[in-house]
């Protein structure tokens, strides 16, 4: 049963501080979306990548974000310094292009929280 | 632009009732993919169908089912007989056929099912 993973899975630290989020991907799967739920914006994407390169991170805040996939099987979403407004849940989803558009299929999310 | 309006943000049920989830969608793309995913309380987000513009046959899988009305720019849930496990949130979400490729959510439907 293939999945996306997340590490770590709860993440609390205080405002100022580096958060590095990891992301598996599903075996196979070339695109990797990073998404942030919050409640009062909902999910809303932060950047996707294909093929390992960055496709889009018009979403994402560049003074303080960044998004890499070092390799296949591993996407990165760091956060530096963070801020108690990035608290939220940070979701990775993979996906294969189809002739349907992509189905993402999303991790568990890491629940960060910024003090 | 792309845009998801689910305007239910929470209904209760008591179990072995049916219900239905709206889902209403702006878009200008002639071709588009849309999608619902249930969350869960454990906080995952679970694909549970995609459905593509130039397929209007409504989809039934178990309990669940699909009504796809490009008229009216709909694409509405029904859970027949709905269980306590169906208790989620349950997010429509639209990815337009041009451009990115990532997926526009609705705010969510909060569906309790009552024993």
């Known amino acids: 049963d293939a999945r996306v993973t997340q590490t770590p899975r709860h993440k609390v630290t205080e405002m100022g501080q580096e958060v590095t989020m990891r992301c598996q991907p599903i075996?196979?799967?070339?695109?990797v979306f990073w998404y942030r739920q919050t409640m009062m914006q909902g999910l809303e994407l932060l950047a996707y990548?294909?093929?390992?390169?960055?496709?889009?991170d018009s979403g994402m805040p560049k003074d303080r974000f960044s998004a890499e996939m070092p390799d296949a099987t591993l996407a990165t979403l760091k956060i530096q310094p963070s801020e108690p407004r990035d608290s939220a849940v940070y979701f990775c989803a993979s996906g294969l292009p189809t002739s349907g558009g992509y189905e993402q299929y999303f991790g568990p999310g890491t629940r960060l929280t910024v003090t | 632009a792309q845009k998801v309006t689910q305007a239910q943000t929470e209904i209760s049920v008591v179990e072995k009732e049916d219900v239905t989830l709206d889902c209403v969608y702006e878009t200008r793309d002639t071709t588009y993919y849309l999608f619902w995913y249930k969350q869960p309380p454990s906080g995952e987000l679970v694909f549970l169908i995609r459905?593509?513009?130039?397929?209007?046959q409504n989809e039934i899988s178990g309990r669940y089912s699909w009504n796809f009305q490009k008229s009216t720019s709909s694409f509405n849930f029904t859970i027949t007989a709905s269980q306590v496990v169906d208790s989620a949130v349950y997010f429509c979400?639209?990815?337009?056929?041009?451009?990115?490729?990532?997926?526009?959510f609705g705010t969510g439907t909060r569906l309790t099912v009552i024993p």
């Open positions: 459905r593509n513009s130039f397929d209007e």
């Open positions: 075996l196979g799967h070339n695109t």
């Open positions: 979400a639209l990815r337009g056929g041009t451009g990115a490729n990532n997926l526009f």
């Open positions: 990548f294909r093929n390992r390169a960055p496709l889009d």
